[in-house]
């Protein structure tokens, strides 16, 4: 569902021209509501890759347990309504107009001018407090710090890993970006990270001291990947313990088993080790659209959000399974965001397949297709350039045959482009 174009196009002209990453807004725009964030419990989540499969794993964890949930998350793929799921429902078209209303209209008479993602920030918060949410979990937009979402003192801080990311407003380096998103951690508050490297997580553990947060270590938690079958890979889990034996899991990759464990340690810290029950139906139910998901079988056309240089490592990892299995030609829809390591990515990517083609999508921050033919030339066995994504999804899928591979990958905004038709 979406909410008609008009009313969409009054927020969407705030996206780009007014992004502010500081807190004065959304106070004073909370504060104008009766700060509804003091009335729910928060699980918040930030990190440079990984943070919105962690929220879908622990949105089905806390369902499976009876918890009347709620999701914020962003960016969408197609439909703004995607940013708001409550019971893994996206909010309906009416509501979801109505609380803009109520939102804007409240900001105007009061003098405030808010950004797109705060306007989306309090949206979420109003609408699941209306829902009588017994967890609410906010995945940050941008940093952690300074984030619109960091109004909220939740239950439970999470930090996935870190990579590099916007860089003129969190830092050049790793360890800058990772002070920054430590920003949510809260006195007296749990939180827990997945960042595996030691440096980066050395300064995780010590900022999130500075801020005198909880920090809680990884539980006994051992899970193995044991095999894929179509849209679920199965591992073997063994929790606190107890030995769960296999289950499925609907998020794909090596790097979801991370996400995993991440999401286990922060649910286990709130409510304890899930039962054999939660978490079969949890682990099958969890739905993240975009990472590794098949859109078609024959031929097989998968799209992945892989966005920086970690992304593409671990895409890389399960495209070397996947291309072994497949009989005809391996293509590749590319379309990456400016400032993101177009270098390296495509040092990573590009060679696995037989095709490469670019394309540019509908967002003022994607790259001008000029800027891939150096690394077309450098990597891609062949290639096409495209400058516009409904010319690249029409020609490209009309040139694949039933044993055929195409891969579309780069910018979530390509994902999204490519999945309107």
């Known amino acids: 569902m979406a909410i008609d174009n008009g009313y969409l ?38 990190g440079s890759n990984g943070k919105g499969s962690v929220c879908a794993v622990l949105e089905s964890l806390c369902i499976e347990r009876g918890l009347r949930t ?60 209306d829902m009588k949410s017994d967890i609410a979990i906010m995945e940050v937009g941008l940093g952690g710090r300074l984030d619109a979402t960091n109004i909220i003192t939740p239950q439970c801080s999470v930090i996935t890993m870190i990579d590099y990311e916007h860089k003129r407003l969190l830092g050049d380096t790793k360890t800058k970006i990772a002070t920054e ?36 270590a990884e539980p006994d938690i051992d899970v193995r990947r044991q095999n894929t079958e179509g849209d679920y890979q199965r591992i073997r889990l063994k929790l606190c313990g107890k030995d769960h034996g296999e289950l499925r899991f609907s998020l794909l990759g090596g790097h979801q088993i991370k996400n995993l464990r991440t999401a286990l340690t922060a649910f286990i810290a709130l409510y304890g080790p899930p039962g054999k029950g939660v978490l079969k139906r949890a682990l099958e139910r969890t739905s993240w659209k975009g990472r590794l998901t098949t859109i078609s079988a024959r031929p097989l056309i998968i799209i992945d959000g892989c966005h920086n240089t970690s992304g593409a490592v671990s895409l890389r990892e399960e495209l070397r399974r996947i291309l072994k ?41 994607a790259r001008s297709t000029d800027s891939y033919k150096k690394h077309l030339k450098r990597y891609a066995k062949t290639y096409n350039i495209y400058n516009k994504i409904r010319d690249a999804r029409e020609i490209v899928k009309k040139r694949l045959n039933k044993r055929d591979l195409l891969v579309v990958t780069g910018s979530l905004y390509l994902l999204g482009d490519f999945l309107k038709e």
């Open 70 to 129: 709620g999701l914020f998350t962003s960016p969408h793929l197609v439909n703004y309504n995607e940013r708001f799921r409550f019971g893994r429902k996206e909010i309906g078209d009416a509501p979801l107009k109505r609380y803009l209303g109520i939102v804007m209209k409240r900001a105007k008479s009061d003098g405030i001018d808010p950004s797109f993602f705060e306007i989306s920030t309090l949206v979420a918060i109003l609408y699941f407090r």
């Open 181 to 216: 998103k430590c920003g949510i951690v809260k006195k007296g508050v749990p939180f827990c990270t997945g960042e595996e490297n030691p440096r980066i997580r050395n300064v995780i553990l010590c900022e999130g001291a500075r801020r005198k947060g909880i920090f809680i």
């Open 9 to 46: 196009q009054l927020i969407y002209n705030k996206k780009q021209s007014d992004i502010k990453y500081d807190l004065k807004n959304i106070r004073r725009l909370a504060a104008a509501f009766g700060n509804p964030e003091k009335d729910l419990q928060f699980i918040h989540v930030t």
């Open 325 to 365: 299995t497949v009989k005809g030609r391996k293509c590749l829809l590319f379309g990456m965001v400016k400032k993101k390591p177009l270098s390296r990515v495509a040092e990573l990517l590009f060679p696995l397949f037989d095709e490469v083609n670019v394309t540019t999508f509908e967002s003022d921050r």
